[in-house]
């Protein structure tokens, strides 16, 4: 089948140029201007950016969920042509929970979609929950849960169906300070427990460096930087070889004296 085969090697993701344009009623915006990205396997790769440079356009065309208009992407060595639930799950900064369903019955829900037996949803929900301190919450509902409670649970939910690769769109961007740094360590220790292939999307420059094996800056469209991290895990919050890749990349960021969106007319 060609362009088709998956093969064994295959990076998770593959972006080659992909670009994607709105049109809009002010104008045409070039949300993504040729970004090539290879995103290897069990990588834990951060999209960081102001607000508008595009970030969560490419994400969705990761995630199947928007079509690119230039290049391609490569999911498992396979033309992402849709979404891709078997291979790809997604957390969004509202974790969209059933408000309707328990934690317990949030996380089982995509296995009940499987045909998994009763018996197993709950082992693999409880064994997802626990370790993220939800133990003795199974039964509340998600207006009956913290902010980061919700957001523990809306990772549980994603990772019960054992996905290869996980998109995280802002997941924290809602959170309070403090609850927004546990809940880093914790995303740092399910990914590191579960090694699953990660790429999250943030507007900041702490958590990217904090999260990621790398990272990408992506500015008006493109990619204006890429930089791997290689400082030892666990990191240290404001120690001194994280706040030097910090300053390096907010150098990068206010190089040209600020930002801007990518608009033509
Ligand atoms: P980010 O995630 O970095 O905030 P987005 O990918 O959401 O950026 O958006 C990039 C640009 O594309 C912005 O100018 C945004 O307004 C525009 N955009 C995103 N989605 C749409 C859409 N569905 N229709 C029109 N314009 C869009």
Known sequence: MPGGATTAAADPIILEAIGKRYETASGAVQAVDSVSLTVRAEEFVTLLGPSGCGKSTVLGMIAGLVRPDAGRVLVAGVPCVGPNPE????????????????????????????????????????GLLEP???????????????????????????????????????????????TRIEMQSLLESVWQEEGFTAVLVT???????????????????????????????????????????????????????????????
């Open 87 to 126: 291979q790809v799950a997604l957390v969004f900064q509202d974790g969209g929970l059933f408000p309707w369903r328990t934690a317990l019955d949030n996380v089982t829900f995509g296995l009940e979609l499987r045909g998994v037996p009763a018996a197993k949803r709950r082992e693999i929900a409880l």
């Open 132 to 178: 993220m301190g939800l133990r003795g919450f199974e039964r509340k509902y998600p207006r009956e849960l913290s902010g980061g409670m919700r957001q523990r649970v809306a990772i549980a939910r994603a990772l019960a169906v054992d996905p290869k690769i996980l998109l995280l769109d802002e997941p924290l961007g809602a959170l309070d300070a403090l």
């Open 203 to 265: 507007h900041d420059v702490t958590e990217a460096v904090m999260l990621g094996d790398r990272v990408v800056l992506i500015e008006d469209g493109i990619v204006k930087l890429e930089v791997d991290v290689p400082i030892a895990r666990p990191r240290r919050r404001g120690s001194p070889q994280v706040a030097a890749l910090e300053e390096r990349i907010l150098r990068h960021l206010f190089a040209d004296g600020g930002y801007t969106q990518r608009s033509v007319a």
